[in-house]
């Protein structure tokens, strides 16, 4: 399945004021970083730069960057859902006509 490139990588703040290549620096330096205080501090740098070039373009950005907010971290913990898993799974397909000892459908 095909993943939506719009979700392949989070979202930068001020994306919309950075260049591709200024993009793929950003996700390269982020990845090469090895603490989340780094990663945070890296942010924060970033979203200090944006916001000094969104106001010298006379455009307003969100106080808060994208994720920030309490709660908002992703990839962490246990998620729901309806994945495969420890079960007692389902057995032979309903419709099926082979391996027990009854007469079959």
Known sequence: MA?????????????????????????SKLRSLKTDKDRDAFRLDHHEKMKVRAAEKGITLPAVPPGAGPGKKTG???????????????????????GGKGAGK
């Open 3 to 27: 993943q939506d490139p719009a979700q392949a990588q989070p979202q930068i703040y001020g994306s919309q004021l950075m260049s591709n290549a200024e993009r793929s620096e950003y996700h």
């Open 76 to 98: 962490t913990g246990i998620g729901t859902g309806t994945g495969t898993g420890v079960g007692a799974g389902q057995g032979w397909p309903a419709n099926s006509s082979g």
